[in-house]
């Protein structure tokens, strides 16, 4: 039976699938319509794109390309956007999606343990939904467990607000103390720790797509700024992580 630990919190992209790049992919040519249409001559691509807005929604994204272009877009032109992006991502991703090396074997162990466990996203739960069920990875959670900041809050936010953490723990009835959460970015590592939930940062995906170079260079970002408990490297160290958080609790 579990110790100390009464919920694991599970970020979804990059972290159970391997998602992030091919939403990236499908929503690089909505933002380059956005721009041109609002007469900005720069244009993203999937890498330039990632690495300005990497662990952040579309609509967030949207609020931060009218900030750093000096642009201003209507609430009715945005959700409109938000609308097309989230149908173009959710056919990629239940097409395409795979899961990160690893994790079926992880989550089997977590549930063999008696850990309940959750996920705790800032993409809209379609999206979410679309990834995990390419993955069949959603017989470790029910649907009513699979939180997302863009659809189950209102208003919509995310991460690194903590809001839809705070939000997990309270439907879940545990206090963020008694969670761990599993996150591979620095805008879902800040979340969980502004919302006090102790954090391991998996930095393996990077490793995947980047090489080792980035993987060390996250790990080193993710200790140092969202306060990491322990660094995941690959999905194989995850009952070592779990217990070095449940001995620090």
Known sequence: MPGKLKYILLDCDNTLCQSERLAFEACSE??????????VKERYDTDSLLEDFVGHNFRNMLIGLQKKHNFTMK???VDDYVGKELGKVTQKLSEKATECPGVTE????AQKQGYPMSVVSTSAKPRVLASLKKCNLMR???????????TSLNPPTSKPDPAIYIHACK???????????VEDSKSGATAGMRAGIPLI??????????????MEQMAT???EQTKAQVVMYDWKEFPEC?????AAM
């Open 30 to 39: 909505l933002t380059n319509e956005v721009l041109e249409k609002h007469g």
């Open 75 to 77: 609430p009715e032109e």
């Open 106 to 109: 992880q989550l089997e162990w």
């Open 140 to 150: 470790f959670f029910t649907d009513e467990h699979v939180y997302s900041a863009a």
């Open 171 to 181: 439907e879940l009835g545990v206090k963020p103390e008694e969670c761990l959460t």
């Open 201 to 214: 940062a998996y930095v393996g995906i990077y490793g995947l797509e980047d090489g080792k170079e980035k």
């Open 221 to 223: 970002l993710l200790k």
């Open 242 to 246: 779990v217990r070095k958080i449940e």
